[in-house]
Every structure is written in structure tokens, then in C-alpha cells.
DNA sequence: GCTTGACCTTGACGCTGCGTCAACCCTCCA
DNA sequence: TGGAGGGTTGACGCAGCGTCAAGGTCAAGC
């Protein structure tokens, strides 16, 4: 007669999951002897033995009972099933893995390469970390809600960038987040570059990118996004208003500029 | 200002998450409104999209916080332990597939093809299902006991069913146990055969399979497996020690045969 | 006979990432 | 004004044990 560490060292096993095969019925509790200790018998060890060898092939506990009485096409009819979890849950994991080589740098996280390598250029034409940022944030929010359109999109915003005006713009934006001061000046010009911007866009009829009609929230989230970012996004906001432009994703001209 | 639940929507996660990541401090608390409700900003969004992507790539909610923290370096390093670690979990499963894939008939359960072979060859002889299993369970505790040895030891074994004494033997245990006769007189004839056979064995020298001398647990169980399967096998056990032979699995010449 | 260490007992929480009630409150629309 | 469809906290459940906690028991050496 074994104790339970015997029986658990022979079918190699710990104490604990003999235990709890007991308490899920999986393997029945053995007599106890004048001690109040289990005291097993051979045909235990082969229980928990062939009980381990399903467990060890991935078979779920909750299913190892009924496949030992099972006969040998209702046996074989339950591997096969198992065998499609076991397939299934391999596929989702090496999808993690191929997410996850995706995720080597910063930028690219939740991103498409395209807007990493918009990102970049960004830097390059003498943009800050900050406004960096702040527009990876906003391509986030806009990569969840349209992901497959964001690819098309791209090499225009790209193109957009040899403007020497929105070059201009990026920079005194920069210098205007990157420094603390309450009301700069240089928001007045910000707003006249961006005046001009728009003009220009709105003479080309251009449709603004993103601009989906039916579905305002990504765009009320990208307001807000920068607005959260740095509050005087809302005095930017409100010179635009003063040169006849509301919005800021997109802008829209006021009925009736002022004089 | 956004619900739960429209920013749920937004990131495409459930409001069941949402509210997880705030139980673990992964995602702050966001303000209340007058009624009690969460409201969600543009931040907000961006870092549960962030979140999101982590998680789908595999990595563990515990070390997201940290890796949204982290610097390039740091976070490639993290990204490679979290891949490995995924790997492992692959290769996991794939063990178990190919476990699994061994497991398609009944016999071959926690036992190697030569010891189902064996049992084949048992049922050719004539042996009864019910003989077949108390077989098979024997072997299963053999095997668990010297998985690497039981190949080699398996032709002998499946030699000796050659011999007609052999075949007969099995045969009249079939019958025997086959039947629920208390007190059969074909006991006494399997007796005879098994102190026969012992005896040539005795003459010939044989070392019986599985002796290891310093180990006598997976002797002593399975004997016991023998009794708990049926008890008529302790009187089968009587008859040998009047034949001269105490034992079961290994077979021992009594000091004095009785007259 | 006493101590010591190894083993046994039950009971309960912890882990992962939420799903799923329960019981109740809030808002919006017809 | 009522009902549908949000929201709130609280709690259990899931798989398969690991790991204390707080003891009782056994075998061996002194």
C-alpha cells in the first residue's frame, strides 16, 4: 500500500495535483487508513499514471475521465478535437509572435511602418519630440478606426512635407510647445501659416484626409487629443476662429469672416 | 467625452476589460460626471489602443505599464524575453501534439507500440480481453517504472508466447477469469502449467525481466495489481507455494517443497 | 521516552484575463 | 411616463495546480 508521495513519485507527479485530481473526481479517493492517511493501491498508480499521460498530451482534466471509457472511435473522434485546439492555440500564439517582431522601435507601436516613416520625416524637417508624439498619438487614433485606408493616405501627408510653409509651421510649433510660456507671440504666426494652409488647400478643393462625413468621432477625438496635450491648442484655436477657420482636423471656413 | 463603453468600442475591447486595466492600475481612473459615470479623454484612448496592442502581441498586462515606460533598448530587450517565452509556450504544445498523435488506439495509452504489439500478440494466442487488460495495466506500471529499458526486454517477452505451454496457459486463465466460479477447478491446471514453466526457467538460468534487486516497489505492485483484479489470484498464489513457488512476477523456489 | 525531520491532513488564497451574473442607478427617446 | 439600453460596484468562475498555514503522524536516533 502507497502513501500519497509514493504514488506521486512513481507516476511523477506532485502531492498537490494528486490531490486535486481527487477533488474534481477524477481519480477516486482511495480508503484511509487508522491515521486518517490515503493509502493507494495498484490500480491507482495506473489511473493517475494513464490520467497524467492525457494530461501531459494536452488533454483538459474536465475531459480525461470520459476519454478513458471512451471506445476507440469515440477516442478517436476526441483527439482529433483536442488536436484542433492544441493547432489553434499554437496558430494564435505564433500570431503573437509575428505582432510582436513588428513592435522592435517606439514609433511602430500600434502603427503601420508607413506612418513610422512619416514620423521620421517629421523629425527631419526639424520637428520636436513633443509634436512628434503628439502626432504619432493622433495617427493611433486614426490607424484604429480606419486601418486599411491609412496605407493610401500616407504619401500625400508625406508629400505635404516638401511644403516649406507646414515645414515652417512644424518648427515654430515645436519651439512654441517645447518652451512653457503662457501666451507666446509666436501662436499668432503658427495661426497665419495655418490661415494660409488652409486657404491654399481649400483654393485646390482639396478633401481633407480622413474625412469619412458620416463618423465625426475620430476627428472630435483628435481635437481633443490636442487639446489634452498642451491647452493653448485652444488659443491656437481660437486665432484660427479670428482669421475665418473653425475646426482643426479640419477646418472649415466661417460663414462670415470678420473684417 | 466618451463612455466606457464607447471607448471600449473605439479600441475594440470589451467594457469588461477596460475596467480590468483599471483594477490593476493599468489604465488610470478616469474623472466622474455628476451621475457617477467614467468620462474618457483622447489620452485616454490612445494609451488603451497601446495597451491593446501589447496584449495581442502576448505580452503579460503585468509588464505593460513597464514597457510603455521603457527606453528603445530596454524595450527590445523585454520584447525578445516575451518572445521567448512565447516560443517556449509553442514548443509546449507542439510536445503535446506529437504526444497526441501517439495516442490513437487504447492499448498504446502511456505504452510504447512494442508493448501493443506485445498484447496483439497475446489476444492472437487466445487470451481474453479482460487477461489482455490486467496485461496492459502491468506493463503501463513496468513502463513508468523503466521507460528505456522495456524496449529491449519486449522480443523475449514476445518470444516466449511461442511456447504451446505458454499459449495454454494464457488460454486457461482466459477461461478462468472469464468466468466468476469461485472455486475453480481449472486453478489447479494453471498451476501446474505455471510451476512447470517456472521450473524450466529455473533449469535454463533465466533472470527474470525487470529484476533490478535494489528497486522491489514496481514488483510488489504489481503483484498487488494482479490480487485487486481479481482475488482468485491469491489462491492461484496458494496453489504455487504448494507447487514449491512463492511470488507472482518473480518466482522464487521455496527452501523446502512440501512433500 | 524524547526530539527531530520528513511526511501526512484540511483549508484557503494566488495566478491570468477577463466573462458573466446580480442588483441597482442614469439617460434618452417615443 | 415607461422602457430600452446604457452605466455602477461586487462577486464568482475558469484551469491546474503552487504555496502557505497550522497542525497531526511516523520512523529513527539519542
Redesign the pocket.
Known amino acids: 500500500m ?7 513519485a512513481y507516476a511523477g ?12 473526481g477524477l481519480l477516486p ?1 482511495p480508503e ?7 493509502r493507494y493501491g495498484a490500480t491507482a498508480a495506473v489511473s493517475l499514471i494513464k490520467i ?1 499521460t492525457l ?1 501531459d498530451a ?5 475531459q480525461i475521465s470520459r476519454l478513458l471509457e471512451a471506445d476507440a472511435s469515440a477516442f478517436a473522434e476526441a483527439i482529433r478535437t483536442i488536436d484542433n485546439h492544441l493547432r489553434a492555440e499554437i496558430e494564435r500564439l505564433e500570431t503573437s509572435r509575428r505582432h510582436i517582431a513588428q513592435l522592435t522601435a517606439g514609433d511602430s507601436l500600434a502603427l503601420p511602418p508607413e506612418v513610422a516613416a512619416y514620423l521620421d520625416r517629421l523629425r527631419s524637417i526639424g520637428a520636436s519630440e513633443r509634436i512628434v508624439e503628439a502626432e504619432r498619438d493622433g495617427w493611433i487614433l486614426v490607424t484604429a478606426r480606419w486601418p486599411d485606408r491609412i496605407v493610401e493616405w500616407m504619401p500625400g501627408k508625406v508629400a505635404e512635407l516638401d511644403d516649406p510653409k507646414v515645414a515652417r509651421l512644424y518648427r515654430v510649433l515645436s519651439e512654441i510647445f517645447d518652451d512653457d510660456v503662457e501666451d507666446d507671440p509666436r501662436l499668432a504666426e503658427a495661426a497665419d501659416i495655418m490661415a494660409c494652409l488652409a486657404e491654399q488647400a481649400y483654393a485646390a478643393g482639396e478633401v481633407i484626409v480622413g474625412e469619412e462625413a458620416d463618423d465625426d468621432l475620430p476627428h472630435d477625438l483628435l481635437d481633443a487629443l490636442a487639446v489634452e496635450s498642451d491647452p493653448r491648442v485652444e488659443r491656437l484655436r481660437e486665432l484660427m476662429r479670428e482669421r475665418g477657420w473653425s475646426g482643426w482636423n479640419r477646418m472649415e471656413r466661417l460663414a462670415e469672416p470678420p473684417a
Open positions: 502507497l502513501t500519497i508521495g509514493q504514488l506521486a507527479v506532485t502531492v498537490r495535483a494528486v490531490r486535486h485530481y481527487h477533488q474534481i479517493e484511509r487508513d487508522a491515521s486518517g492517511y490515503r497524467r494530461a494536452g488533454v483538459p482534466l474536465s
